[in-house]
């Protein structure tokens, strides 16, 4: 019996709920997360998936932004609940076949000074664009970010006022082929922000909307960090700071309905063993909007047109390709890090295009059901910064790159046996530029393809990181869909939080606390 009352019900243990269940549990209620997984922490994942003690981080790989986080300042996850970070000198490196490279580091300067390499003029206009947006976004955009986008609307109306105001949003709304082609005239300077545009943003470079992701790159000082032990030592602290507040996690706990009432309400969840749980007051779903409505409520319970909007939300048109090694020793670009130190410095390294135009292909080949011939490779080694991520002396290395869910007359589950011979290809090109990369050094390969992934993490439909693609028709008050973008749905007491709702967050609870600031007013609080 002392499980089958709750005060609200959340499920799914990611980052969200973890904020959203800490918030209400110090409020004090009774609150329980149910995930179906045997892990917490959804995709603040580290796993060992290669050989023992290797430890790969299959999804989110850093964290960025804490110091402006509302639930990492309040909920005290750091300092209180053991937290510790690595801030690696340099961001990312674009690497370039004829030796030569370009950077972005943590210190604006220093881009500034990688980037006058090439162009002049290029780093001057870097250092303008900071300058003129860095405050916008800190007075603004973030502020927009931790509110219901409705509430948050006001902030951005503002921006109409504010010196430079206008233009921000102007290049906001742009895609970010076209902010860059802007602002910028080297082909390597526009490509080292154009590769990380799917990697790690989530947005296409011909997205309308997608502009600002170019502008928070380069003016939103988000200082990325590498969580020590790996992205899991995150969920770890979530967790001890949820079970801290009073919360109450059940793990294997797939909850496969959720129970409403004749008056519409949502009054608990039914698992799968056939267990139902009754929550007085709220169910919170992070799943993804179709698995919560379509799968969990059920069509009877909502109005057809609702039903419909949901089963038309767009997915990403892409999904990850990973290939993980465990190595003897860690990767070196030798060519590139002899002209230039900061690529040994990279948190992580681009590899691949050399111009825009090689990223439109990769988009090109995406959208056709192509393995990618223009591969754009998204490099990592963090135990080159986090020795505890490998056995003593020994190395982790990961690479991902954007592809296609399912190939060109191909079944999606066709993946598994095409998946070794794709990682030959990635190895290949990977090899090109990392001169270690060799036999000798690796302890074992695996590849995960988007079949297994949308498996190992159901919410991701299609392989979808994203959940809902980042386009601006799914963005702000119409993330993912209008019905809903408040964090409440047309059940009552069901809300929903989740990458799939404003902000589209990676790894900043961004849902789960302006939900909490919902419910707390929903529930009187």
């Not at 973890?18 to 209620?29: E, I, M, N």
């Not at 000798?440 to 919410?459: F, L």
């Not at 439909?461 to 869909?481: D, L, N």
Request: with cysteine; proline share 6%.
């Amino acid at each position: 019996m002392a499980d089958s009352e709750w005060d609200v019900i959340l499920i799914g243990a990611g980052q969200n709920n973890f904020a959203l269940g800490t918030y209400l549990s110090k409020a004090g209620l009774k609150t329980v997360i149910c995930e179906s997984r045997l892990e917490n922490g959804g995709r603040l994942a580290s796993e060992e998936i290669t050989r023992p003690g290797y430890w790969h981080n299959t999804l989110a790989y850093f964290q960025d932004n804490r110091e402006v986080s509302p639930p990492w300042r309040e909920l005290d996850w750091d300092n209180g609940h053991h937290a510790e970070f690595i801030a690696p000198p340099v961001i990312s490196s674009l690497l370039l076949s004829d030796g030569s490279s370009v950077s972005q580091y943590q210190s604006l300067e220093q881009t500034v000074t990688s980037i006058k390499k090439i162009s002049t003029r290029d780093g001057e206009a870097w250092r303008e664009t900071h300058h003129r947006y860095y405050q916008l976004i800190r007075d603004y955009l973030i502020p927009y970010y931790y509110q219901a986008p409705q509430s948050g609307k006001v902030i951005l109306q503002k921006l109409d006022f504010a010196p430079a105001g206008r233009e921000f949003i102007r290049h906001w709304h742009m895609t970010p082929r076209q902010v860059v082609d802007e602002l910028f005239e080297a082909d390597a300077v526009k490509t080292l922000i154009l590769s990380q545009m799917a990697i790690p943003r989530g947005v296409g470079v011909d997205y309308a909307g997608g502009g600002i992701e170019v502008l928070k790159m380069i003016a939103g000082d988000e200082m990325p960090e590498l969580a020590r032990g790996g992205s899991h030592s995150i969920a770890q602290v979530l967790q001890r700071a949820y079970v801290h507040n009073g919360g109450q996690i059940r793990a294997v706990h797939h909850v496969e309905k959720i129970l409403v009432n004749d008056d519409g309400r949502a009054v608990g969840v039914r698992l799968r063993d056939g267990r139902e749980w009754q929550a007085r007051l709220a169910v919170v779903s992070n799943s993804d909007p179709y698995s919560t409505f379509v799968e969990m409520i059920g069509e009877d319970y909502l109005p057809r047109t609702f039903v419909e909007r949901v089963k038309d939300i767009q997915v990403d048109e892409f999904a990850y390709f990973q290939v993980h090694v465990a190595l003897k020793a860690p990767v070196r670009y030798a060519l590139h890090e002899a002209n230039d130190p900061a690529v040994g410095q990279a948190m992580n390294v681009n590899i691949g295009p050399e111009k825009p135009l090689d990223i439109d292909e990769m988009w090109q080949e995406i959208r056709a059901g192509e393995f990618p011939v223009h591969a754009c490779l998204h490099a990592i080694c963090p135990t080159a910064f986090d020795p505890l991520q490998a056995p003593r002396g020994k190395h982790a290395a990961s690479v991902f790159m954007p592809v296609p869910f399912q190939l060109k007359g191909k079944r999606p589950e066709d993946w598994v046996k095409l998946k070794n011979g794709f990682m030959d290809t990635v190895m290949k090109i990977w090899r090109r530029y990392a001169t270690n990369l060799i036999d000798a050094n690796i302890e074992m390969k695996v590849a995960m393809d988007p079949y297994y992934m949308s498996g190992r993490w159901p919410n991701m439909r299609r392989g979808s990181v994203w959940v809902a693609r980042k386009i601006s028709t799914q963005m702000g008050e119409q993330r993912p869909i209008e019905q809903i973008s408040d964090y409440r749905t047309p059940i009552a007491g069901l809300y929903q939080v989740g990458v799939a709702m404003h902000p589209a967050d990676a790894v900043i609870a961004g849902s789960g606390y302006n939900a909490w600031r919902v419910i707390k007013q929903d529930l009187g609080l």
